[in-house]
């Protein structure tokens, strides 16, 4: 089975930045999606990023555009999320999550099959 391990999340002042990396167990397109999501004590699920495995095609929510980049390392079985200008608003637990989804339900967690154990970011 497919194993995703988190880490690189901290505490941050706002407008810094952190760099997010996700490790596969296994090749990387063996679901042709990964995702960055997050939540927040009280919220619900967000996706955040999500990057095609095989085009390298990415999305985001608009919440976090122009600020952090998906990027992923077939070679190494890694995704990457680079965030910058971080806000108050990006604290929360994230996740990295795989998945064989559509490009238009990118953002739904629901249908994303395997999930790490998540990566704490607080921005103060």
């Known amino acids: 089975d497919v194993q995703l391990v988190e880490s690189g999340g901290g505490s941050v002042q706002a407008g810094g930045s952190l760099r997010l990396a996700c490790a596969l167990s296994t090749f990387t397109c063996r679901h042709n999606f990964m995702a960055w999501f997050r939540q927040a004590p009280g919220k619900e699920r967000e996706g955040v990023a999500a990057?095609?495995?095989?085009?390298?095609?990415?999305y985001y929510a608009d919440s976090v555009k122009g600020r952090f980049t998906i990027s992923r390392d077939n070679a190494k079985n890694t995704a990457y999320l680079q965030m910058n200008s971080l806000k108050y608003e990006d604290t929360a637990t994230y996740y990295c999550?795989?998945?064989?989804?559509?490009?238009?339900?990118?953002?739904?967690?629901?249908?994303?099959?395997?999930w790490g154990q998540g990566t704490q970011v607080t921005v103060s």
């Open positions: 990057i095609s495995c095989f085009s390298g095609v990415t």
């Open positions: 999550g795989t998945g064989s989804v559509s490009s238009d339900s990118w953002y739904d967690g629901g249908r994303f099959d395997v």
